[in-house]
């Protein structure tokens, strides 16, 4: 079974990924079952005009430290969309940011009925029945 991340995304931010201007996702957490590269699906959120669905997928192919020590490019409020007091603000004391790269948007969204959860146990991962959207993100099984 194959590990992808489902990210919860608001519309704005969607808006900026999909036309290629957002090329990172800033997080306070990062996935630590799969290694970069890894699968991501866009779940836009659903607003009073719009119900939420996947869009699209991308691969992250790193993750930088953002607080308290950067690690990323110089460029990276750039690259996420947002200024440096704002991602402070946002991550409060540490974080990361989920580069972007193979950017693929559906021309049809696909429903999170599509997705298999997986859902952690102690004994590794097992599928589940996906009954909301993430908060921020969780594991599914990659779909390919």
Request: aromatic share 12%.
């Amino acid at each position: 079974m194959s590990k992808a991340v489902l990210l919860s995304i608001r519309s704005y931010w969607c808006e900026l990924i999909s036309r290629g201007q957002k090329t990172v996702e800033v997080r306070k957490t990062n996935p630590k079952a799969v290694q970069a590269p890894f699968k991501c699906y866009i779940y836009r959120t659903k607003t009073p005009h719009m119900a939420g669905a996947v869009i699209g997928e991308f691969t992250c192919d790193k993750i930088w430290e953002l607080a308290p020590i950067c690690r990323a490019p110089d460029d990276v409020e750039e690259q996420a969309c947002m200024d440096r007091d704002y991602i402070a603000d946002y991550l409060r004391c540490k974080g990361c940011g989920w580069h972007i790269s193979d950017l693929k948007i559906y021309d049809h969204p696909r429903p999170l009925s599509d997705f298999t959860r997986l859902r952690a146990t102690k004994f590794g991962y097992e599928p589940a029945r996906i009954e909301r959207p993430p908060q921020s993100w969780f594991y599914v099984e990659d779909g390919e």
